[in-house]
């Protein structure tokens, strides 16, 4: 028992580690729900080298929606726009040259 009891932890260390989960920057796209059928689309994980507020300032113009940049203390930037924008921003982020398409997760679907 005691060897197994050895072995799992030294192996669930060496896959956390090696996941490739720190190696792959990826840009997650979210929706909260507000009240209603309010809602909010949430975009976290962009480089730090892109400039957030003109990002917001396309998306705002492109799908005719107010939104804003939130500072949050764990997750860093986050653009908000209003409404159920996850295909879109998607789409717009991809055609922009921002991010690839194999590095945008979509939740929610």
């Keep these: 028992m ?4 050895n072995q799992i932890p030294s192996a669930f260390d ?3 580690e090696d996941s490739g989960a720190g190696t792959k920057e990826y840009v997650h796209v979210r929706i909260q729900q507000r009240n209603g059928r ?10 730090k080298e892109f400039s957030y507020n003109k990002i917001l300032k396309d998306l705002k113009k492109e799908f005719c ?3 804003t940049v ?3 203390p764990e997750l ?3 653009i908000q726009l209003q409404g159920d924008q996850r295909k ?3 789409t717009f982020l991809v055609q922009a040259g921002i991010v ?3 590095n945008i997760k979509i939740h929610g679907f």
């Design 76 to 78: 860093g930037q986050v």
């Design 14 to 16: 060496a896959n956390a």
């Design 38 to 47: 309010k809602s909010l689309t949430t975009v976290q994980g962009l480089k």
């Design 88 to 90: 879109n921003v998607s």
């Design 100 to 102: 690839k398409k194999e």
């Design 2 to 5: 005691s060897e197994f009891d």
């Design 70 to 72: 939130v500072q949050d």
């Design 65 to 67: 929606c107010n939104g």
